[in-house]
C-alpha cells in the first residue's frame, strides 16, 4: 500500500497537484480583478500550466509572479487589443440589423471571417506570449499560426475552454456547484488542459539541449521563438 500511501504516492500526488490548481486559480482571480490586468495574469496562469506539463513540477507563487512581471506590458497591450477589436466587431454585429436588403447579410459573413481569427488569437496569445519571448506583431502571428497548425488541436481547445461555462450558465440547478468549482479549480483546470495541447505545439521549438538543461536548473526558464 505505500503507493497509495507513502511519500511520493499517488494519493500525495493527487493533493498536492489538487493543491496546486486551487492556489493557482486564487491567484489568477485575484489578479485579475482590476480587469485591465487579466491579460498579464492569464498569460502567467499558463506559464505556470506550461511549465507543469514542461517540468512535471513548478512553484506556483514565485513561477506565476515571475511571468506576471516579465509580461506584464506585453499582456496588457494584447489584452487591451482584444477588448478592442471585440468592442468594434459587437458594434459592427448591432449595425447590421438596421442595414436594407441583402447588405446586412453580406456584412454578417464580413464578421463572421474576422470573427474566426480572432477567436483563434485570443485563445492562443497568452499562452504564447508565457512560452516565447518576442515582439507583439510577431507573437501575435505566431498565435494564429499555432491555431491552423493543429486544427484538431484548436477545436478542442475551444470546446474545453468555451463548453463548462457554456455549461454553467444555462444549467440553473447546478449553476451553485459550477460555480463552487469554477471559485477552487475550474480556470486553472481549464488552462491546465488547454495547456496538454498547447506544450505539443510549442515543444518542437525548444532546442534539445535547453530542455534538458532546464531539467536541472529551474531559474533559468526563460522562453525564446
Known amino acids: 500500500m505505500g503507493f497509495l500511501t507513502g511519500e511520493g504516492s499517488l494519493f ?28 498579464a495574469s492569464t498569460t502567467a496562469l499558463f506559464y505556470c500550466t506550461l511549465k507543469l506539463h514542461k517540468d512535471k513540477d513548478i512553484s506556483v ?37 438596421s442595414m436594407p436588403g441583402s447588405m446586412g447579410q453580406i456584412f ?29 506583431g510577431k507573437l501575435i502571428s505566431n498565435a494564429f499560426y499555432f491555431a ?16 463548462p461555462m457554456t455549461m454553467t450558465l444555462v444549467d440553473a440547478k447546478l449553476f451553485p456547484v459550477y460555480l463552487f468549482i469554477w471559485l477552487t479549480v475550474g480556470f486553472s483546470l481549464t488552462a491546465y488542459g488547454d495547456s496538454w495541447f498547447m506544450w505539443r505545439l510549442f515543444k518542437p521549438y525548444f532546442p534539445e539541449e535547453e530542455r534538458e538543461e532546464k531539467k536541472y536548473n529551474a531559474e533559468t526558464d526563460s522562453y525564446v521563438f
Open 12 to 39: 500525495n500526488r493527487i493533493f498536492g497537484f489538487l493543491g496546486q490548481m486551487i492556489l493557482l486559480n486564487f491567484l489568477w482571480m485575484v489578479c485579475s480583478l482590476p480587469v485591465i490586468t487579466a491579460g
Open 108 to 136: 454578417s459573413w464580413v464578421l463572421v471571417a474576422v470573427a474566426i481569427p480572432l477567436a483563434l488569437i485570443t485563445l492562443y496569445i497568452f499562452p504564447t506570449i508565457a512560452a516565447f519571448e518576442n515582439k507583439l
Open 148 to 163: 491552423v497548425k493543429k486544427v484538431g488541436y484548436a477545436l478542442v481547445v475551444m470546446i474545453v475552454t468555451t463548453l
Open 61 to 97: 507563487i514565485r513561477d506565476f509572479f515571475k511571468s506576471f512581471r516579465q509580461n506584464f506590458m506585453q499582456s496588457t497591450i494584447a489584452w487591451a487589443l482584444l477588448l478592442l477589436a471585440g468592442g468594434v466587431l459587437w458594434m459592427e454585429k448591432e449595425v447590421l440589423s
